[in-house]
């Protein structure tokens, strides 16, 4: 048990300065960027290849499928070829949301594993399709079960913090620009085996079951290595969300009732039910209400259930359109999926397309080749992402640029029909390097401003909505843009309705996305805009120590030093505030505990301090009266997060209020007998 007294208020803050510094070394050094879990980032990114590579695996052989399929020619196939491409994003906008809020109800990691496992059994059944029908279907169910995805990023944003999330985001385009390397190289090499002379040696018969479904090698390679990452996740993610619920509490009780031992594989332990660390704090002038806190930690207790129990508040697409700053950032997002659908749906069309109708006429091993060297920049953008944030002087600045730059090279890139020879391979080569650097940073930044602008407690939600509304455009494109660009190339047409006219539209919404991106204010880490930091800053040094009302809001002083690059120096000398308070020292005490044990921290405060209980307060007490407090996590979305296990240090003694500790029951009527036996 470890306890603290404060004599009235009137303790040595250099001691208590001391303490907090051997407790916190960092708040000496300043805040320093918080290392990397890559114990569990790196089975995250096992998992979230499964979604890249299970695109990427069909795009070099899609329109020769449905050729071989329906007996047309290649060109002809573009006109169908949007199909099962728009239903698989169908299914995802239907999904999407209810993933994000799965994934917040029960937890990210089984959300995670059924969400690749669904994957991995609908893409075996995809490579044994016979008929347009069947590969629409598959790609429809597909869609609705790729949720995993949502549940990583959550993840990630659950395991970072304000200094170093744009490097653990990254890792989402980092992992997709892997997965557009590895899936174009399966597909392309491995489609068609019967008919292929790079597996000759395999001697697979055309009249054989892998000569009549050439499909189903490649998407039996996407698909175990699917069951490859629910067997890692299983094994090795930690569950990383603390509000999430058991299944037992889910769902009904008869469902309960005859799949318990079930539910208790599929879901095996939970962070709510780690040891808790029990908080109990009393007056200083009247000691001995320690032996008669039984009654005051049972009603603790009873309101800490009742919070924990209690539903949470609705959100969903309409209450995030009605806020302006996430429905600006879901349109931009949707401008940016539009021009990225337009061009994936186009771009095989026009590779495999022959030169006398503006296509590139190449094979799908030649173009799974193209696909995998772009994205060898894929990988190097997202490794300097972090810093190119810093270097462009924030996220606004970045985004813009990229967008613009993004528009720039997709009208350039079919201008490679007018060379000849290997000119115009190595001519796409080059434009497609420098566009898929900038598409990494494009949607890399929509994933860090989703994470900073959703409201507290739902950032799974709004990833869920984020990536509905996207997949809702995604899965209108190919209806329309796939059958326009078959038109064009059909026949000699005029510029611009040549096979110009598809990459013409591609390049609209980013322009208009990035005019939108210039009107919108992006908030730092801690929840404040980076055009208000300043002032605020201004204000707190005003108040000379008296940081109650707006300067208090601030968070913590990590949030002030964001991964934006945008902190003021005079943020070094508002240090010591936080330093020397004493809500800081308690909340270390508080907070540095015993892994696997129950402990007792009783912290006797003056009579009338902030830290006081309100029913404690006596009618004369000088202490100011305790504003709400406000989590330094506001935008993180872990809410309910009593225990900060990565000791981020309070921007105020207002805001310290210490929160109500969770209680194990079991401790307490252990307590209350011993209190009746003495």
């Not at 047309?72 to 199909?83: C, I, K, L, M, N």
């Not at 318990?260 to 908080?279: G, I, S, W, Y």
């Not at 590779?351 to 503006?358: K, Q």
Request: aromatic share 8%; net charge negative.
């Amino acid at each position: 048990m470890a306890s603290v007294s404060v004599d009235n208020g009137t303790q040595n803050t250099e001691q208590a300065s001391s303490l907090l510094s051997e407790r916190n070394p960092s708040a000496q050094r300043g805040v320093k960027e918080t290392p990397l879990p890559w114990n569990q980032l790196s089975t995250l990114c096992v998992v979230l290849l499964t979604e890249s590579i299970c695109s990427f695996v069909l795009i070099p052989f899609v329109p020769s499928f449905i050729a071989y399929i329906k007996g047309w020619d290649v060109e002809r196939a573009g006109y169908a070829s949007g199909f099962p491409v728009g239903l698989f994003m169908l299914g995802q906008v239907i999904s999407g949301k209810i993933w994000g809020t799965l994934s917040d109800m029960v937890g990210r990691k089984l959300a995670i594993s059924a969400g690749v496992l669904g994957c991995a059994i609908c893409m075996f059944f995809f490579g044994l399709s016979e008929s347009l029908w069947a590969m629409c279907l598959w790609r429809f169910v597909h869609g609705l079960l790729a949720g995993c995805s949502i549940a990583a990023k959550t993840m990630i944003n659950d395991l970072t913090d304000t200094t170093n999330r744009a490097k653990g985001l990254a890792l989402v385009s980092l992992t997709w620009g892997v997965g557009t390397l590895l899936g174009p190289t399966v597909g392309g090499s491995l489609y068609n085996p019967a008919s292929s002379s790079a597996l000759a040696f395999l001697h697979i018969s055309p009249t054989g079951f892998v000569g009549r479904h050439p499909a189903f090698l490649p998407s039996t390679v996407a698909a175990m290595y699917n069951l490859f990452a629910v067997v890692i996740s299983v094994l090795f993610l930690r569950e990383s969300n603390k509000d999430a619920r058991p299944l037992c509490c889910v769902l009904p009780p008869s469902i309960v009732a005859i799949f318990a031992p079930v539910l208790k594989f599929v879901q095996p332990r939970l962070p709510c039910d780690d040891n808790a660390v029990e908080v109990t704090v009393v007056c200083a002038s009247d000691c001995s209400g320690v032996s008669s806190t039984a009654h005051k930690k049972r009603a603790i207790a009873a309101d800490c259930a009742t919070r924990t129990s209690a539903p949470h508040s609705s959100f969903g697409f309409k209450e995030a359109f009605l806020n302006p700053l996430l429905r600006n950032v879901c349109i931009i997002s949707m401008l940016i999926s539009i021009s990225d659908m337009i061009f994936a749906e186009s771009f095989p069309l026009w590779s495999v397309a022959d030169c006398e109708h503006g296509g590139l006429e190449l094979s799908p091993s030649r173009m799974a080749n193209l696909i995998l060297v772009n994205s060898v920049p894929a990988v190097l953008a997202n490794i300097v992402f972090a810093r190119v944030i810093q270097y462009a002087g924030g996220p606004t600045r970045l985004w813009i640029v990229s967008q613009l730059t993004y528009a720039f090279l997709t009208v350039v890139m079919p201008f490679a029909t007018s060379l000849g020879g290997n000119g115009r391979f190595w001519y796409t080569m080059a434009i497609g390097m420098l566009r898929k650097a900038v598409e990494c940073w494009c949607f890399g930044l929509i994933m860090v401003v989703v994470s900073l602008t959703a409201p507290r407690g739902r950032v799974g939600i709004m990833f869920g909505i984020q990536q509905s509304t996207a997949c809702m455009v995604r899965c209108v494109v190919p209806f329309i843009f796939a059958p326009l660009f078959a038109w064009s190339i059909e026949r000699p047409h005029s510029f611009p309705f040549n096979h110009h006219l598809v990459f013409l539209f591609s390049a609209n919404p980013l322009l208009i996305a990035a005019y939108m991106t210039a009107g919108i204010s992006i908030p730092s880490g801690d929840g404040i805009s980076e055009a208000e930091d300043d002032n605020l800053l201004q204000m707190e040094e005003g108040s000379n120590g008296d940081r109650s009302g707006s300067g208090s809001r601030r968070g913590s002083v990590r949030s002030q030093y964001s991964f934006f690059g945008s902190v003021n120096e005079r943020a070094q000398e508002n240090d010591s505030l936080f330093r020397n308070s004493f809500a800081e020292l308690a909340k270390s005490l508080a907070t540095n505990f015993t892994p696997g044990m129950d402990q007792n921290t009783i912290l006797a405060v003056p009579r009338g301090a902030p830290s006081q209980l309100p029913e404690e307060r006596g009618a004369g007490a000088t202490g100011s009266p305790i504003s709400e407090g406000v989590d330094s996590r506001e935008n993180s979305g872990q809410e309910c997060d009593e225990v900060d296990i990565d000791a981020e240090y309070a921007a105020s003694t207002d805001e310290m209020t210490l929160p109500p500790p969770t209680i194990q029951m079991r401790s307490l009527k252990l307590e209350e007998r011993l209190s009746h036996t003495g």
